[in-house]
C-alpha cells in the first residue's frame, strides 16, 4: 500500500528564516510527485510536480527536490504570506488517483 | 480561464438525510475525481472518472455513497442517509487526462458538509 508522512506536523518560522518541509514516501513504481499548498477553507493548490530522483523545480521562494525516498519543499525567507499547509501526494505508475500525507502547517510570522 | 467549481460551499444537514454535492470541472477536462478531506487526516480518494469509461468506485466507504456524471461534465455525488461521519469537506478535481504522467489534477474549493 501507498504511504506517504510528512514531517514536521506544524511549523513556525519568522519571517526571513529559511527551513524545509519533508515528505517520505513509499510507492510501487512512482509516476509523480506533487507538491500542493492549502489555504484554510480553499481546496489545495498545485505548486510543482517531480518525476524523477535529483529533479528540482523551483517558484518564488519555494524549491522542491526529490530522492528516491523522500522529497523535502524548501522554503527560502518566507513571508507571513506563504503561511499555509503544504500537503505532499504520489501516484502510482499504474494508478491515477493521488495519495496524500496530512500536510505540514506552516506558519510565519512578522 | 475558469477553475474547478463546486457547490454548495457548505452544507449543513440532519442525520438521515439524502445530500448532493455538485461539480463543475475545468472545461476539457476528461477526468474527474472526488475526495473527501476529515480533520486532522489526508485527503482520501473516492471515485474517478475517466471519459465514458466505468467509474472506479474502490474508495467508496460505503454503498450510501453514489456518484454520477452526466455527459462527462458535470459530477454529483450523493450520500444517503447520512450519518455524522460523514461529515468532512468533500472535494473535486480534474485532470486532462489520467493516463499521462504530466496529468496535474486541479481541485475545487470543496464543498464543507456538517451532519448533526
Known amino acids: 500500500e501507498d504511504q506517504v508522512t510528512q514531517s514536521p506536523e506544524a511549523l513556525r518560522l519568522q519571517e526571513g528564516e529559511s527551513s524545509s518541509l519533508n515528505c517520505s514516501y513509499t510507492?510501487?513504481?512512482?509516476?509523480?510527485l506533487f507538491w500542493y499548498r492549502q489555504d484554510p477553507g480553499k481546496g489545495p493548490e498545485f505548486l510543482f510536480t517531480?518525476?524523477?530522483a535529483g529533479e528540482e523545480k523551483e517558484k518564488e521562494r519555494l524549491k522542491a527536490t526529490l530522492t528516491k525516498k523522500e522529497s523535502f519543499l524548501h522554503i527560502t525567507a518566507p513571508k507571513p504570506e506563504d503561511s499555509a499547509t503544504y500537503l505532499c501526494?504520489?501516484?502510482?505508475?499504474?494508478?491515477?488517483?493521488?495519495?496524500f500525507g496530512k500536510g505540514t502547517l506552516l506558519t510565519v510570522n512578522p | 480561464g475558469a477553475g474547478v467549481s463546486q457547490s454548495p460551499s457548505n452544507k449543513v444537514t440532519e442525520k438521515g438525510k439524502d445530500v448532493e454535492l455538485r461539480c463543475d470541472p475545468i472545461?476539457?477536462?476528461?477526468?474527474l475525481y472526488w475526495y473527501r478531506q476529515s480533520l486532522g487526516q489526508g485527503l482520501e480518494f473516492l471515485i474517478y472518472f475517466q471519459g465514458n469509461s466505468a467509474p472506479d468506485k474502490s474508495g467508496l466507504p460505503s454503498d450510501r455513497f453514489s456518484a454520477e456524471r452526466t455527459g462527462g461534465s458535470v459530477s454529483t455525488l450523493t450520500i444517503q442517509r447520512t450519518q455524522q461521519e460523514d461529515s468532512a469537506v468533500y472535494l473535486c478535481?480534474?485532470?486532462?487526462?489520467?493516463?499521462?504522467?504530466?496529468?496535474?489534477?486541479?481541485f475545487g474549493p470543496g464543498t464543507r458538509l456538517t451532519v448533526l
Open positions: 478535481a480534474s485532470s486532462l487526462n489520467s493516463g499521462g504522467g504530466q496529468d496535474t489534477q486541479y
Open positions: 517531480l518525476y524523477s
Open positions: 501526494a504520489v501516484k502510482r505508475g499504474s494508478n491515477y488517483k493521488l495519495t
Open positions: 472545461s476539457g477536462h476528461t477526468a
Open positions: 510507492v510501487s513504481g512512482l509516476r509523480g
